[in-house]
Every structure is written in structure tokens, then in C-alpha cells.
């Protein structure tokens, strides 16, 4: 049992947990994952640990409220008990001095990027962020991430903050102004990290995603995370979640994503009906 | 021992036999001879003492008889039901060479079953040993916790998933090893004083080196890991599963239960299970009870290579499932959302003998058919789970994944055993047990002698 020490609300439906697992704040290293199961009754739910204090010994979640067990998740208040949590799960990000870093975060994957924009900024880096959502009200982490980067750029579909466009839009200026990038990092839904791959792919610079296909178990047991990068089967939740994004079979991916959207319409009516609260 | 009928089970996930009465034990077990050098114990990887236990049951003295069978065997309700006896004890047993073989393993499950409900008989000695981890909480881990604990050492298992017991909890259904069954049996390994901590998954939250700072020995049972896929066309299309995945969302995640249970799965009407083990034919009776109208079961050779257990071939084909032998699948193709549809399969035919000496299937050139299926399941086999040696450099490991340990079960790294699947590839229930036995032994050895 983990007792959830802070909630917040970041966004219209994206939530921050900060919940007490010492073992796991002092083995985190950013990249890692946990396996959530809120209820007894939920599924396991992969999230990306979003900050960690080993001092504290807590860990940080943040999550989009889309389905059932997230929902349940965002049930949970200040006090009450996460009855599973299993992690650090994946291999940590690859950090090292790489040059100049461009990282990419999209919608709730802007604070997936928090620590490996941390780590790479320390280990003497010149990182530049980009961050998007669709509009104003849905980014976040925005304060956090201007404080560990000196270059912070924002995007949103509506242009009610930063540039009006897409995160790749940005990632092509960058590039075609000339500057000299040595790797791109992008987090975020499946479509944005496919076309930030595009847009990499002509310059050759080497771009890392990190894949969030369905996921069951997380300990490399039952195959549900299977992956194609390279014309090879990957299992992401222990040989990832991080690939070259150059190499990802990103069509499988999204169809290997579809196939419970029915159903869970279903799962989210019951927890609704729990909750006593009224489905959107 | 009498079964339900066919139509009957496949409507529910209860036990498919019913277990003998005391009756039916005591008599079955006065058939045994007593032998003076008994073979059946020969044939039992945790050595039962076989006849010392059916002269107990013989005599109407059952409490007597868990004593002596737990003496070596902490979770004879399971091996009684999952051990597969006609390969083993039943095997050996001398009146198996005129006639019929005395059924020890039902008896075991009889004897377990009564034990049920009264008190577990607890015998723990307090000699204040050392304190030892445990990776994995499946049988060979249970099993050497146990008898460690037994020995009187400070026993902790740490277990990756949120609850223990493995592949008896995971892996096999409902109806063939009931839940209760296994989780009594996990309560009585708990009453003996060993501490279990599940979401805990060793190499990523603390490694083997971690551990042994604060342990004396590690036993790694960490099971088989990643399932084996053929490689062959769709094999990724939504409506393939892996045994592992199928099997884990029906029996750990409850799926038959959703939306109660969050976990969905999708069963469609034609499932086509590839392999001939046990777990093929779980996959395909939990599919007929879940509402599948045709379920195949595709295997490459015949059913007399099949590795699965005889009698639960048999249920499988009582129950209706429908066996292509002779068949290898070789690509799958969707339909118009993205579900497979077909699975285009050979017909094979044997040819000489292989490694393993069954006869190799060969493929019969442009014997190509479709067979209409709305779900396919991969269940070929895993490899070990590769996570404990990934993260210890210095465990040595065969090419194909399992960890190589000396015939005390020791590893390549002094104070550090394993056994169980992630030695042997897949294996059986009681060779795990066997392992953790041993294991449990040596370090006892290696620590009363002085440490490592
Ligand atoms: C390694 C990894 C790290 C992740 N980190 C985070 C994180 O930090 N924060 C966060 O909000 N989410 C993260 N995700 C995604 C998160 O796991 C899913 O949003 C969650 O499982 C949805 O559960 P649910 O029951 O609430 O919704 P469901 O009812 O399961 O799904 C609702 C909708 O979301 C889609 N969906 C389901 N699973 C995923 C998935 N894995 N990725 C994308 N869409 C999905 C479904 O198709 C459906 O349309 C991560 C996923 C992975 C694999
Ligand atoms: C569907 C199915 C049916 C079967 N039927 C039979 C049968 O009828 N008869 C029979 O004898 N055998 C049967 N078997 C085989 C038998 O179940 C296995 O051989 C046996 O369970 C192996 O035991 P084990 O303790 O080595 O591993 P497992 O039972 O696999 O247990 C390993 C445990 O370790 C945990 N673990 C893994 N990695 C870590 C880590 N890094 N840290 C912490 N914990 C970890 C796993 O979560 C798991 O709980 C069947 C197997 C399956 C899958
Ligand atoms: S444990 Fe298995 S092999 Fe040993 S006596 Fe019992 S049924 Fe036979
Ligand atoms: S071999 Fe058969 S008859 Fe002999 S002791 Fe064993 S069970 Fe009894
Ligand atoms: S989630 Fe099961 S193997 Fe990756």
C-alpha cells in the first residue's frame, strides 16, 4: 500500500499524483515506468515516473484521465492508499553529452520529457524544448520545464499560446535555420512522434520515441507489448519503452492500439457508475 | 476418480473431476504392496515417501498422512492435481507393469483436500538461521522458502506481479488447479514465517548484489518470460495472442468478469490454438468456456508426440475441441477492421526422427487451406524470463537463456541458487519444487558450514 501524498490538477483532466514508494523513488532513473493498479478490481496501467526524490522518497505520476482505470486513479485523494505499484519498469533514457538536444513533449508526454530534460541538461547538454497541446488550457509543466532549459518553445493547435501549429512545425525550423542537432527526443501521442520522425529523417538525426503500446504484466512475460523496430519484434516493456524512431513500425502500433476502444467504453460507463458520476 | 460431464463443465470454470471419497482413498491405497525398495519414490522428483503415506491413508489415519507427504512436499493439493503421474511416480509404480498403476497422485489430492480446513501442520524450528531472498513466488520459489523456513532461516520472496504464486496462479485455469487451492496453499508457506512481498521486481528495484548485502542466499526462481512466436505473417494482428497474454487476462485479471473486472478480453467465435502442451489445451478449454463456438487446436505432428498431459488431451477432446493435426499455420490475414480473419495453415506429414526423437513433421509441397478463425493463440513455448540475468552481470546463462546452476542448484555466483523454469526452459510444477528442494538443502549446507 502507497500512500498518496499530493494531488494537483494540472489541466483539464490530467492529474498529478506524488505518492510515497521509497524503493522505487531511489531506484528511478528517468525513462523508467511504474505499472499503477488502483483498485483492486482495475487493470495494471503503465505511467512514466515524472520525478523522483530519492531523498523523500516519493515519485511523482502524472496521468490523462481517458478510460476506466484512470478515472479510478484520479478517484483516489490525498491519503488514500495505491494498493499495487510496481517499478522502476524499461531501461532508463540513454544520457550522455550528446551536443545540442532538441526534446519534444506532446500533450501529457510534455511531462514524461521532465526528467530526461533534467538529466540531459545536467550532463552539460544544450537542450531546447518544444512543447504542444491542442490549446492553452491542456499544457502543462510549462514553469517546471523553463526552469531546467534555456530554451522553452510552445506550440498549440489554436495558437492560444506560443506558435499556432504543431511541435514538428517548430523541430523543422529548428532544423532548416541551421543549427546543428545531434538527437531529437519526442514523447507523445503516436501521430506527433511518427511526423517528428519525418521530419527528422532527411537530416539523418538519430531521433529517440518512446513507445506506449498496450501493456499487461510490464515484466517481459506476456507479449502484449510487442513492437516492430527494424523489421524485428521488440517486447517495449522490458527492451523499451525508448526505440529509434527511424526504425518504428509506427501503422502496427496504432492498429495494435485499437483493438479494445469498443469495450472500453463499456469498462468506463461501469466506473462511472461506481463513482456515481456521470459519464462525458 | 469420476469427471463432470462434458456439457456440464464447459458451461462453468469448476473442477472438472470430483475427487474420491474417503472410501474410494482408503481403497485405492490398500492396493499398494508396500514394496521394499519402492520405485514409485524413485520416479517422484521431491521423493514422497509414497507407501509410508498410503499406509497412513490405508489405515484410515489421514491426518498422518499429510504429515508424512508434507514432510517433503509442501503443496501436495496442487502436484496432486498438476503433476503429470504417468510420466512419474505412477510411472514407476510396479503394478503398472501387470496392470493398473496405484493412483497415487489422486490420492495425494485426497488426502490434501481433507487436510483443507483443519489446521495446517505447522513445524518450524526456531534455530534462528540466516536471512535468505527468494525471487519469485512459483513453485520452486514456494518450495524453497518452505523448507527453508522450515530450518528455522528468516525467509523473504520478493514477487514481481501482485499476486503469488505464478504460473499456478497465472498460468494454469480455474478449473484444472483451483484458486483457493493454491492461495491456502501459500497461506500455509506464510504460517511457516516466510515474509512475501509482491510488485517487486528484482534486477530493476534492487539488484542480486543489493540483495546479498542484506542476505546470506539468493534463489532465483524466476520462471519462463517471453513467449515464443512463429515469426510468421500477421502474427501481429489484433485477435493474435500470445498463450501468456490470453491466459493472464482470463485468470490473473479476471477478464471473464468485465466491466466488474477492468480487464477486457475478446473471445471470438472460431479460436485457433497453435501447439500440443498443456498449455495449448488451457487456452483452448478456457476458450469453450467463454463462449467460442469452434476451437481448434493446431499442431504440427501427432497426438501421440503430443507433450500435453494424456488426460487433460482427453477432457479437451470430451469437451468438444476440434484437433487439426498435422497442421502448421503459416501466415494470418485481417479483415476489413484489422481482426484477423484466416489463418492460412500446411498439411504435414512425419519423417524421420529428430533430436528429441519424435518424428520430424515435414510439410507436403501446395497443401495450403484456410481456416476461417475470429482469434489465434500462439502457444509454443517461452524462453526464460531474462530480466535477473540481464541486470547480474556475472550470472552465466546458456545461449538460449537459462541460467546454468551445478547439480546443488548453485549459480555462478557464490551464495546465489536457482531452479525451476529459468533453469530448465519450460518445465513441470514438481521439477520446480525439486529444484527449490535442493537449493534449500545446499544452502543450508553452505550455511551451516559457515557461509559462503
Ligand atoms: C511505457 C508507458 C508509459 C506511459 N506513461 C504515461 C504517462 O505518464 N501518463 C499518461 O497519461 N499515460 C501514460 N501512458 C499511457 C497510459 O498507460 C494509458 O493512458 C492508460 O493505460 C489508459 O488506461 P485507462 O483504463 O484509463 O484507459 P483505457 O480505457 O484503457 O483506454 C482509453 C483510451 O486510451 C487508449 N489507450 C489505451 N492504452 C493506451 C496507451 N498505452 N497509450 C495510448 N493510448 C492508450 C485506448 O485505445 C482508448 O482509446 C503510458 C503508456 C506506456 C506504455
Ligand atoms: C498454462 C500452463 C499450464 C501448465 N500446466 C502444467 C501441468 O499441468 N503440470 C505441470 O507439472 N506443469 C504445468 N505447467 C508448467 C509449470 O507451471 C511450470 O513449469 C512451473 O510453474 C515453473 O515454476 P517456477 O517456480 O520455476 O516458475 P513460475 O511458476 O513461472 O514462477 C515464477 C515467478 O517469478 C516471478 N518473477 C519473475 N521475474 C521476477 C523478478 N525479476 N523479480 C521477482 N519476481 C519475478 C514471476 O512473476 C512468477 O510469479 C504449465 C504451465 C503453463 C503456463
Ligand atoms: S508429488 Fe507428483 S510425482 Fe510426487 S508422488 Fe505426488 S503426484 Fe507423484
Ligand atoms: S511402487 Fe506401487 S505398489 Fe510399490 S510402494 Fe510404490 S505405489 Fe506401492
Ligand atoms: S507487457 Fe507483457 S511482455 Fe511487455
Not at chain 2, 66 to 72: A, L, R, S, Y
Amino acid at each position: 500500500m502507497f500512500k498518496i501524498l499530493k494531488k494537483e490538477r494540472l489541466a483539464e483532466n490530467i492529474s498529478r499524483l506524488v505518492v510515497a514508494v521509497p524503493h522505487i523513488a531511489r531506484a528511478a532513473k528517468p525513462g523508467n515506468f511504474v505499472v499503477v493498479i488502483p483498485t483492486e478490481k482495475a487493470e495494471r496501467i503503465p505511467l512514466t515516473i515524472a520525478d523522483a526524490d530519492v531523498e523523500k522518497g516519493t515519485i511523482a505520476i502524472i496521468f490523462q484521465i481517458v478510460g476506466a482505470t484512470t478515472k479510478l486513479l484520479d478517484s483516489l485523494k490525498v491519503g488514500d492508499e495505491i494498493p499495487h505499484l510496481l517499478g522502476p519498469l524499461g531501461h532508463p533514457s540513454h544520457i550522455e553529452k550528446f551536443g545540442t538536444v532538441v526534446v519534444i513533449g506532446g500533450g501529457v508526454g510534455i511531462a514524461e520529457i521532465y526528467p530526461a530534460v533534467k538529466a540531459l541538461s545536467k550532463a552539460g547538454n544544450e537542450v531546447i524544448v518544444i512543447i504542444g497541446a491542442r490549446c492553452q488550457d491542456l499544457l502543462i509543466y510549462q514553469h517546471e520545464l523553463g526552469k531546467q532549459c534555456k530554451d522553452l518553445r510552445i506550440t498549440t493547435d489554436d495558437g492560444s499560446c506560443g506558435r499556432k501549429g504543431f511541435v514538428s512545425d517548430e523541430l523543422k525550423d529548428i532544423i532548416s535555420s541551421g543549427k546543428k542537432v545531434d538527437l531529437v527526443v519526442a514523447v507523445g501521442p503516436v501521430p506527433m512522434m511518427k511526423v517528428c520522425c519525418e521530419v527528422t529523417r532527411p537530416h539523418k538525426i538519430k531521433t529517440v520515441v518512446s513507445l506506449n503500446p498496450i501493456m499487461l504484466d510490464a515484466t517481459g512475460m506476456c507479449g502484449v507489448c510487442r513492437v516492430v523496430v527494424g523489421g524485428k519484434t521488440k517486447f517495449a516493456c522490458v527492451e523499451g519503452p525508448e526505440f529509434d524512431g527511424h526504425e518504428v513500425d509506427f501503422k502496427e502500433l496504432t492498429d495494435r492500439l485499437k483493438p479494445y476502444r469498443d469495450v472500453e467504453k463499456q469498462a468506463l460507463d461501469h466506473v462511472c457508475r461506481l463513482l456515481s458520476i456521470t459519464p462525458q | 476418480m469420476t469427471n463432470r460431464s462434458a456439457r456440464e463443465r464447459i458451461s462453468d470454470f469448476n473442477e472438472v473431476p470430483r475427487g474420491y471419497t474417503a472410501e474410494q482413498a482408503i481403497e485405492e491405497a490398500k492396493r499398494c504392496i508396500q514394496c521394499k525398495k519402492p520405485k514409485c519414490v524413485a520416479g517422484c522428483p521431491v521423493e514422497i515417501d509414497i507407501p509410508g503415506f498410503l499406509k497412513f491413508v490405508a489405515e484410515g489415519d489421514f491426518a498422518s498422512a499429510v504429515k508424512k507427504i508434507k514432510e517433503t512436499n509442501a503443496l501436495p493439493a496442487v502436484c496432486g492435481r498438476v503433476c503429470p503421474q504417468e510420466d512419474q511416480c505412477e510411472k514407476e509404480c510396479i503394478l503398472g507393469v501387470k496392470g493398473e498403476p496405484v493412483a497415487i497422485g489422486n490420492v495425494e489430492r485426497f488426502v490434501a483436500d481433507w487436510e483443507r480446513g483443519t489446521a495446517p501442520a505447522v513445524s518450524r524450528s526456531d534455530r534462528g538461521g540466516g536471512k535468505i531472498a527468494v525471487v519469485g513466488s512459483g513453485p520452486a520459489g514456494l518450495t524453497c522458502a518452505g523448507d527453508l523456513a522450515r530450518l528455522g532461516y528468516q525467509v523473504t520472496i520478493f514477487e514481481s506481479l501482485h499476486v503469488t504464486g505464478g504460473v499456478l496462479t497465472y498460468g494454469i485455469p480455474e478449473f484444472r488447479l483451483p484458486k483457493a487451492i493454491v492461495n491456502l496453499e501459500i497461506e500455509y508457506i506464510k504460517s511457516l514465517g516466510v515474509e512475501v512481498k509482491t510488485d517487486m521486481l528484482i534486477g530493476n528495484v534492487y539488484t542480486v548484489e543489493e540483495l546479498l548485502k542484506d542476505y546470506q542466499a539468493v534463489f532465483i526462481g524466476s520462471g519462463a518470460g517471453l513467449p515464443k512466436f512463429m515469426n510468421i505473417p500477421g502474427e501481429n494482428l489484433d485477435g493474435v495472442y500470445s498463450a501468456n497474454e490470453y491466459l493472464f487476462r482470463i485468470n490473473m485479471m479476471k477478464a471473464w468478469k468485465f466491466p466488474e473486472y477492468l480487464t477486457p478480453i475478446k473471445i471470438g467465435k472460431k479460436v485457433a490454438v497453435i501447439g500440443g502442451g498443456n498449455v495449448a489445451m488451457d487456452a483452448a478449454r478456457v476458450s469453450l468456456r467463454l463462449g467460442a463456438e469452434e476451437v481448434y487446436i493446431i499442431y504440427r505432428r501427432t497426438r501421440r508426440e503430443m507433450p500435453a498431459r494424456v488426460e487433460e488431451v482427453e477432457r479437451a477432446e470430451e469437451e468438444g475441441v476440434i484437433f487439426k493435426n498435422l497442421t502448421l499455420p503459416v501466415q494470418y490475414y485481417a479483415g476489413d477492421n484489422g481482426w484477423v480473419k484466416e489463418a492460412e495453415c500446411l498439411q504435414m506429414e512425419l519423417g524421420e526422427p529428430d533430436a528429441s526423437g519424435r518424428r520430424r513433421p515435414v510439410e507436403i509441397p501446395s497443401s495450403n487451406f484456410k481456416l476461417q478463425v475470429d482469434t489465434a493463440v500462439c502457444a509454443i513455448g517461452n524462453s526464460p524470463n531474462p530480466l535477473v540475468p540481464h541486470r547480474t552481470p556475472n550470472l552465466e546463462t546458456e545461449k538460449w537463456g537459462g541460467v546454468i546452476v551445478t547439480a546443488e542448484g548453485l549459480t555462478s555466483i557464490p551464495g546465489v541458487y536457482a531452479g525451476g523454469d529459468i533453469v530448465r526452459g519450460a518445465a513441470t510444477v514438481i521439477s520446480a519444487m525439486g529444484d527449490g528442494k535442493i537449493a534449500a538443502k545446499a544452502i543450508h549446507k553452505q550455511l551451516s558450514a559457515g557461509g559462503i
